[in-house]
């Protein structure tokens, strides 16, 4: 990772001649980002029996229709507001 320090002489000429070499010395490993898209691929899957908001409708929300009319104009198949995505 990269410091705040001053970076030293030898690696300022090492920029200098070859930045994209310099460059590649800050990238992950394979490893370290074989990790990494391990845990963002188990973070991110969807539980089985996940439960989607307004997908059934409750049964107190059948009696008073009023309850369930504004959930019905909130569900547009683009996700569920204030959710987080990876």
């Given amino acids: 990772m990269p410091t705040e320090a001053a970076?030293?002489?030898?690696?300022l000429?090492?920029?200098?001649?070859?930045?994209g070499f310099?460059?590649?010395?800050?990238?992950?490993s394979q490893i370290q980002a074989r990790k990494v898209m391990t845990v963002?691929?188990?973070?991110?899957?969807?539980s089985p029996d996940e439960e989607y908001i307004g997908e059934?409708?409750?049964?107190?929300?059948?009696e008073n229709p009023s309850?369930?009319?504004p959930l019905k104009a909130e569900?547009?198949?683009k996700g569920v507001p204030n959710?987080?995505?990876?």
Avoid: C, N, R
């Fill in 67 to 69: 309850l369930g009319l």
């Fill in 7 to 11: 970076p030293s002489d030898e690696e």
């Fill in 75 to 77: 569900v547009t198949g």
């Fill in 56 to 62: 059934q409708m409750e049964p107190s929300w059948e």
């Fill in 83 to 86: 959710s987080i995505s990876i």
């Fill in 22 to 28: 310099a460059l590649l010395k800050y990238f992950p």
């Fill in 13 to 19: 000429k090492l920029f200098l001649m070859k930045p």
């Fill in 40 to 46: 963002l691929d188990v973070i991110s899957s969807h």
